[in-house]
T-cell receptor, first 114, second 112 residues
Framework: NAGVTQTPKFQVLKTGQSMTLQCAQDMNHEYMSWYRQDPGMGLRLIHYSVGAGITDQGEVPNGYNVSRSTTEDFPLRLLSAAPSQTSVYFC?????????????FGPGTRLTVT | SQQGEEDPQALSIQEGENATMNCSYKTSINNLQWYRQNSGRGLVHLILIRSNEREKHSGRLRVTLDTSKKSSSLLITASRAADTASYFCATGEGTSYGKLTFGQGTILTVHP
């Protein structure tokens, strides 16, 4: 199994540009999520999905869109990039149950917005 | 908002010593997890403890949970230079269906 994969690894955007961060998992996990990690801030949840066709907002959703058309893929779209979105973005997946299970993380995408 | 607050923010020890990190949280939980992050990498799951458990072991790791104090601790025994990393606690709340809330992390440095 490849686990959780993310592309690209690095990206530089200009303010106002849009882009999509890709995330895929091959473990048949129902639950997928996107986090951003800023220095000294830990991980903050952006959006999550408990299954195909179902998404919900996390703690910091503004400026980001998601969709979940398949179990495997959970792309994160930046609509109009801003310098405040400079961060490292992690995608994660896990089984969906009432009790949380361990989450598997991708290697991250380091995004710089100038 | 961050659920977990970790203490200390940074810890520096010598190889062979034990490292203890603490995590406090605010709301009721159904489980608490610890993750490790090596510099520039994704997070890796270490151990999960459920709300009805008080202590759990995995190799050199020992986790305790005190739900009355809303706190947990992670003990790494006989630390190695390879244990140098950031450590995060994460909590699952109620019917969270996988959703976790992470603390800000403890940076552990183990000197050879």
């Amino acid at each position: 199994n490849a686990g959780v994969t993310q592309t690209p690894k690095f990206q530089v955007l200009k303010t106002g540009q849009s882009m999509t961060l890709q995330c895929a998992q091959d473990m048949n996990h129902e639950y997928m999520s996107w986090y951003r990690q800023d220095p000294g801030m830990g991980l903050r949840l952006i959006h999550y999905s408990v299954g195909a066709g179902i998404t919900d907002q996390g703690e910091v959703p503004n400026g980001y869109n998601v969709s979940r058309s398949t179990t495997e893929d959970f792309p994160l779209r930046l609509l109009s990039a801003a310098p405040s979105q400079t961060s490292v973005y992690f995608c994660a997946s896990s089984y969906r149950t009432v009790f949380s299970y361990e989450q598997y993380f991708g290697p991250g995408t380091r995004l710089t917005v100038t | 908002s961050q659920q977990g607050e970790e203490d200390p923010q940074a810890l520096s020890i010598q190889e062979g010593e034990n490292a203890t990190m603490n995590c406090s949280y605010k709301t009721s939980i159904n489980n608490l997890q610890w993750y490790r992050q090596n510099s520039g990498r994704g997070l890796v799951h270490l151990i999960l403890i459920r709300s009805n458990e008080r202590e759990k072991h995995s190799g050199r790791l020992r986790v305790t949970l005190d739900t009355s104090k809303k706190s947990s601790s992670l003990l790494i025994t006989a630390s190695r230079a390879a244990d140098t990393a950031s450590y995060f606690c994460a909590t699952g709340e109620g019917t969270s269906y996988g959703k976790l809330t992470f603390g800000q992390g403890t940076i552990l440095t183990v000197h050879p």
